[in-house]
């Protein structure tokens, strides 16, 4: 399954001022790690985001592979949960999905 985030520029942009990095070149390769925490039916993933731009649409964003061979056939969740103004509050989103 994959799944896009968009809008990486916006989360980039809020960790350079939060670390207060003088170079945004700075940041390691897994600060979006800090940003978002993806889990499956309530269970920790460990995933690996690549910066893409859609070919549809043009629109930037993160992009991340989700192994769902192992799930049982029915209803599962993903649930997102974002930092939102770096630490200061949680946004989550709750995305259902069939596995058929």
Do not use: C
């Not at 399954?1 to 980039?12: A, G, N, W």
């Not at 969740?77 to 989550?92: A, G, H």
């Amino acid at each position: 399954m994959v799944l896009f985030l968009p809008r990486y520029q916006r989360e980039y942009d809020q960790y350079v001022k939060a670390n207060k990095l003088a170079d945004p070149k700075e940041a390691p390769n897994n600060w979006i790690d800090e940003f978002y925490n993806i889990k499956l039916n309530d269970g920790p993933t460990s995933l690996k985001f690549n910066k893409v731009k859609s070919n549809k649409t043009g629109q930037k964003g993160f992009e991340t592979f989700i192994d769902i061979s192992n799930l049982e056939k029915g209803h599962h969740l993903i649930s997102i949960e974002t930092r939102v103004d770096y630490l200061d509050s949680l946004s989550v989103r709750m995305i259902p999905f069939v596995k058929l």
